[in-house]
């Protein structure tokens, strides 16, 4: 995670890591999805620790792979639209990538980019 408007080149991201898969519960009924309490305690803790981080941001572009339920990047915004609405509005765009083929420097060139012909 960087904060664009304030990366130098050779910056080192934050790194925020995700729990792992074998501690998350995968068996949620509709209505619990629903209503937002599908996710298990290190998600909320990973979101919030996210959202923590982007606080104050004026704009958020995610980047993500992958579009279905799986998605961390879609699951990520729909929690900030639930529980943090005001900070949902400051997402520019949800961008899907390979993100397993590019190195760091590769995904803030890309992120530089995507500002300098989108915004």
Known sequence: MWSAGHVKPGSVP???EAPT???RHHHVREAQHNQGNDLDRDSVEFYESITNAVVG????LLI???T???SAMLNLE??????HPELAR???AMVD???????EPEVLKFVREWFEDFL
């Open 78 to 83: 729909g929690y900030w639209e639930l529980k």
């Open 64 to 66: 993500g792979h992958g």
């Open 21 to 23: 898969h074998e501690r």
């Open 97 to 103: 990538s390979d993100l397993a083929a590019l190195s």
């Open 57 to 60: 941001a004026h704009q958020i």
């Open 90 to 92: 400051h997402v520019v």
């Open 68 to 70: 279905a339920k799986a």
């Open 14 to 16: 934050e790194k925020i």
